[in-house]
């Protein structure tokens, strides 16, 4: 939601992550070939203090950016994305407007939802065989050439550097990541965490990170996934100066989705 993004900005200012002590290791379960599901604790003072991580191979699937402005529906939950469109996970497409366009650039399928490219230096960029994270500050990114593009905060550098600045305020938070071999991830915690803080620990974590971005934070922020039996919907409730507390119970309708289909 766009009233955080201030408070975002001030944030995402370059600072080295501090080295950290051995990395817990991961269980992951396989929800199909090519995804893939973990989650671990980390360190909270609210909530159920863990950490949830979709790892997707783009070689399996590929990724969609639908929005209201493009298919005319009203604003729903990720799971409801999921059913009308079939797809196997969701999360979110960034922060929004108040009326429901993307915060930065945006394009679906050729078409410009948002044409507006901000400072923000991380694109997602993705077609039907490819899909990686673009970090403006030492790759190019031509608009034009991208059939689909998602832009948001960089949380990570190309070095590999936290570049947030600690502060006090904390919220859910919802995140896009690639790893060192070419899988796009998506990360929910719905404890709250300062952004800076939240990279720390992500990094020491052995999930091989490259690239991360910032997607949204607060109850808004969702990870939704199915296959076969198996459901996993995750969604955020505190946020510093909005909603101080862990009580919300339900999935807030969005906006925009970033969709996960199989090949």
Request: aromatic content about 8%; glycine content about 6%.
């Amino acid at each position: 939601m766009l009233t955080r993004r201030a408070a975002l900005i001030a944030a995402a200012a370059t600072l080295a992550a501090p080295a950290h002590a051995q990395a817990p290791r991961l269980t992951w379960a396989t929800l199909r070939p090519g995804l893939d599901h973990t989650r671990t604790r980390l360190d909270a003072t609210i909530g159920d203090r863990l950490l949830h991580v979709l790892r997707i191979s783009p070689q399996r699937f590929r990724f969609t950016l639908l929005t209201g402005e493009a298919t005319g529906k009203s604003p729903r939950s990720a799971a409801r994305w999921a059913r009308e469109h079939d797809l196997i996970a969701a999360t979110n497409a960034g922060m929004f407007h108040p009326n429901g366009l993307p915060v930065g650039f945006a394009k679906a399928e050729g078409r410009v939802i948002q044409p507006t490219i901000t400072r923000d230096r991380c694109v997602f960029v993705f077609n039907r065989t490819r899909a990686r994270i673009l970090d403006r500050a030492c790759e190019p990114f031509d608009a034009e050439s991208q059939p689909n593009a998602l832009q948001s905060i960089r949380m990570i550098s190309c070095g590999g550097e936290n570049v947030w600045t600690q502060q006090d305020r904390r919220w859910s938070i919802a995140c896009l990541a690639q790893d060192a071999h070419a899988n796009i991830l998506f990360l929910h915690t719905r404890s709250p965490h300062s952004v800076h803080d939240f990279i720390n620990a992500i990094q020491a974590l052995p999930l091989s990170l490259t690239r991360c971005m910032y997607l949204e934070g607060g109850p808004e922020a969702t990870l939704y996934a199915r296959a076969g039996e198996t459901e996993i919907e995750r969604y955020g409730s505190f946020e510093t100066a909005f909603n101080e507390n862990d009580a919300n119970g339900f999935a807030w309708p969005l906006p925009n989705i970033l969709g996960v289909v199989p090949r």
